[in-house]
Structure formats: C-alpha cells, structure tokens
C-alpha cells in the first residue's frame, strides 16, 4: 500500500521536470550560438575600442640620442648606429643632444657624411645650458639640418691641432688650418649659414654663445630652446631644407619618444678614452709586465699588464697625447727598477719618481679642462706607481740574495745525523735533508753524532761533526 501511494508521485514529479531540463539545454545551446556568432565581432570591437585607447601607436616615432664624450671612432659608431636605425624605422626626426669638447677630424667627417646621407632629418641641440659643443663638435653642430643651442652653451674653437699634442711646425699648421676651414666653409654654404664665422671659428678659434650664433646675420644656428621638450614644440611644422635641397615639414604632435643609449661596449670603449683612465691603465700595464719579467711564468701579471697597456694605447690613439711625456713615464719606471739593484742611495729612485712626475704633466698638452689631468691626480698615481715597483723590486732582490733550498746548493751546510760510525777517511750513512746518504769524513763520527754538510759529490757527501760547546750555542769546527 505504501508503495503504490509512493510510485504516482515519483511520476509525476519526474514528468515536471523534463520539460524545464528541456527547455533549459534549448535556451543553452541557442545561447551558444549566440556566443559563438558574436564573438569575432566582440573582439573586433575590443581590437577598434584599444587602438584608439593608444593613439601612440600612430604617432610620429622621434629618436634621441645623447652624445658627452670625445669625437672619436666609438661616439662615431654610436651616431652612426642611431641614423641607421632612425631610417630603417622611417622616423620623423632624430635628435643628437650633443656636449662635447672636441675630437678627431676623421671621426667627425665620418659623422657629418651620414648625416648628410640621413633619410630621416637630424638636429643636433648643444644642451643643457652650461655645456658647449667645441671644435669637433662644431663642425657637426652646422652640418646637422637643423641647429639648436640651449641657453647658456656656446660652440666654436674649431682650430686643429696635433694628434700628438705636439706642436706643428708652420706649413704643416697652415695645411691643416686651411683644409679644416675649407670644410667648415662648405658645410656652412650648403646649410645656408653664416660662412665667415665658421671660418674664424677654425682659422682664429672664434667662440660663439648661443645669442651670438643666433643673432648673426646669416645665423650659425637655427633656434634657442630651453630644454627638450621646447625644442620639439618650436620644431613642430617647421620646414627642413635638405642637404640636396628638397624641403619636408616635420610633423610631430605628440610624438612617440625612442631614447637609444650606448651599447655596453660602446661605454667601455669611450670611458676608456678618458684622460685619467688611460693613464690608471697605462701605469698598470707597465707594472703588470714588470712583474711578469721579475717572475717568469707567472703569467695573470704578463696577462693583465698586455691588456691594460693596449687599451691605454688604444686611448692614446684618441687623446692628444706628447710621446716625449710618455718616454720620461717608461724612463722614470727604469729608474726605479735600477735604484733596487744598484746602490745609489735613493738618487736613481728620486730621479725616477722626478721623470714619472714630469711626464704625465707633459703627457696630455690640450687647454681643454676635460682633457687635464690636475696635480693631484698625477702626484698620487705616480708615487702610489713609485712605491709599489720600489716595493716590489725590493722584494726580487731579497729572495735573489736568500740561500739555495733545493740542488746541490741547497745541500751544503745542512746539518744532519750520523746513522753509522764513520771512521777518518772511511764511509758511513748520515741522515739530513729527511734522507739517508752515503758520506764520508776527514775525522772519526760515531753513530748518533750532529754532522754537517760540506760538500756534495752526485749521491755522495762530505760531513764535518757539528759541535755545540756547553752551556753555549751551537757552532760549526
């Protein structure tokens, strides 16, 4: 009876819910139609909603690049990187903040051809206020399609010198003048700029402030700008006349800002060309193999020192260096080497730290603050290289004069004890040096005496009896 009861509800609640199961997948699946039909509108949609969210994606790319160091193959290279990459990417424009003192002809040739050669138009901006763009850094700064300065800067002082830092003679003087004038004239001409203050600037090593370079009539520069946000706004829709005489209106509103540096080695490289650092590495190299020559095989010191005086070498190649300078460094380090093994009482030590001294005042001749080295430094460096070489060869004379541990050498006057009698002109064994050899002697030993070494003869000694007095120190008979 409670069974039957039992069974017509069970069925019918089961026939109440198949049609909501039913209806329920229907609605599902007409959903996931839905789903699948508007989902390639939907992330359209996304897609058009996130690319107008970056209106950067469109914008006008500008490069910028700064450039505080010498003018020489590695800030050449960097330049020259940063005006390939700019065209590849078919930038707008390329900015170059430019500080530096000056550089190699050569360098800044190889420069101002590429960006002559740019697809993309370069500016060169001389900035912040406080700095300058000298000599080299001035015939880049008129070859550029445009020029601008920041308040406070100046450029100019474009006269050559020696890539030794010694003087030229007459001819030669007049020859490189002329030829870097000849340059900085039709750089000039060709950018519609103000050719006979780029003249003086090479010929009579005229400085132009910004003022002075803008107001000229025709100007050395293009525009003053405070900083680098100012310098693009006042660039925004200006007309740009070509090096081959097209013109182009740079368009760039909101611009997309690509900032490259100098590749890790590209830094290395031109920290190296650093007036101090070349000398910390040339005083290391010299000391590095003066090591490796007092200790034969040695090797780490013969390494480092080749590395460090190549690279001081390298630097060399850049700076404005005087060999004479150089010379007096590699005299006075002789000096030194020779005061440890000759006995002059200091002279030779004096004279050698005197021409170490005078050297590196000679070594770099520039009237650039950034190329000097100050008397501080080279006082410090000098004697810290004296001491240490004085200290060193000290030290190789010592163990040059420490008696023999090892040969024939280190055998004689070794103490040792007899193992057997020994009688006048006879043979026995003595033990010495932690071995037993055959020995003989001039007088009679008994087993357990204290005898010495006299003499080696191949595997065989000569002994003497080792006496020691009583109540005194030991001595030899």
């Given at each position: 009876?409670?069974?039957?009861?039992?069974?017509?509800?069970?069925?019918?609640?089961?026939?109440?819910?198949?049609?909501?199961?039913?209806?329920?997948?229907?609605?599902?699946?007409?959903?996931?139609?839905?789903?699948?039909?508007?989902?390639?509108?939907?992330?359209?949609?996304?897609?058009?909603?996130?690319?107008?969210?970056?209106?950067?994606?469109?914008?006008?790319?500008?490069?910028?690049?700064?450039v505080e160091a010498l003018i020489h193959p590695v800030s050449a290279e960097y330049i020259v990187q940063t005006l390939d990459r700019a065209d590849a990417e078919e930038a707008e424009l390329v900015v170059l903040t430019l500080r530096t003192p000056g550089g190699l002809v050569d360098s800044t040739r190889t420069i101002n051809a590429r960006i002559i050669e740019s697809k993309t138009p370069v500016v060169i901006y001389v900035g912040p206020g406080g700095t300058r763009a000298a000599s080299a850094g001035f015939l880049i700064t008129i070859a550029a399609d445009i020029a601008a300065m920041a308040p406070g800067t100046h450029i100019g002082a474009a006269h050559p010198v020696s890539g030794t830092g010694a003087a030229m003679?007459?001819?030669?003087?007049?020859?490189?003048?002329?030829?870097?004038?000849?340059?900085?004239?039709?750089?000039?001409?060709?950018?519609?700029?103000?050719?006979?203050?780029?003249?003086?600037?090479?010929?009579?090593?005229?400085?132009?402030?910004?003022?002075?370079?803008?107001?000229?009539?025709?100007?050395?520069?293009?525009?003053i700008a405070s900083d680098f946000e100012d310098l693009l706004v006042q660039l925004h829709e200006r007309e740009v006349v070509r090096w081959d005489g097209t013109t182009t209106v740079l368009n760039i509103a909101n611009p997309r800002i690509e900032r490259l540096s100098m590749s890790w080695r590209q830094q290395v490289l031109s920290a190296i060309a650093h007036p101090q650092l070349a000398v910390l590495l040339f005083s290391l190299g010299t000391l590095g193999l003066t090591i490796e020559l007092w200790n034969p095989g040695a090797m780490v010191p013969g390494i480092v020192g080749g590395v460090c005086l190549l690279l001081a070498f390298f630097a060399f190649q850049i700076l404005p260096i005087n060999y004479v300078g150089l010379l007096l460094i590699l005299f006075g380090v002789v000096l030194l080497v020779l005061e440890m093994v000759t006995p002059t009482y200091g002279l030779l030590g004096t004279g050698g730290i005197v021409s170490m001294v005078l050297g590196a005042v000679m070594l770099i001749d520039s009237p650039a603050p950034e190329f000097q080295l100050g008397m501080p430094f080279i006082l410090a460096t000098m004697l810290a290289l004296g001491l240490i070489t004085g200290g060193l060869s000290r030290l190789a004379v010592r163990a040059q004069r420490t008696s023999a541990v090892t040969g024939v050498s280190g055998m004689v006057d070794q103490i040792g004890q007899a193992v057997e009698p020994i009688s006048v002109g006879g043979a026995g064994l003595v033990s010495t040096h932690g071995e037993i050899w055959s020995a003989t002697a001039d007088e009679a030993i008994v087993a357990g005496d204290k005898v010495r070494v006299v003499a080696v003869d191949g595997l065989h000694l000569t002994v003497r009896r080792f006496v020691r007095p009583n109540g005194g120190s030991e001595t030899w008979t």
């Open positions: 009876m409670f069974v039957d009861s039992i069974h017509p509800l069970r069925y019918r609640t089961t026939s109440g819910i198949l049609p909501i199961v039913m209806s329920l997948l229907l609605v599902h699946r007409r959903a996931s139609l839905a789903v699948f039909w508007l989902t390639p509108a939907l992330i359209t949609t996304a897609l058009l909603v996130a690319e107008q969210d970056n209106p950067s994606r469109d914008a006008p790319v500008v490069y910028a690049a700064e003679d007459e001819t030669m003087a007049e020859k490189a003048a002329s030829d870097v004038a000849a340059y900085a004239r039709s750089l000039a001409s060709r950018r519609n700029r103000n050719v006979d203050l780029a003249e003086k600037a090479v010929t009579e090593s005229q400085s132009f402030t910004e003022e002075e370079a803008f107001d000229a009539e025709p100007p050395l520069i293009d525009l």
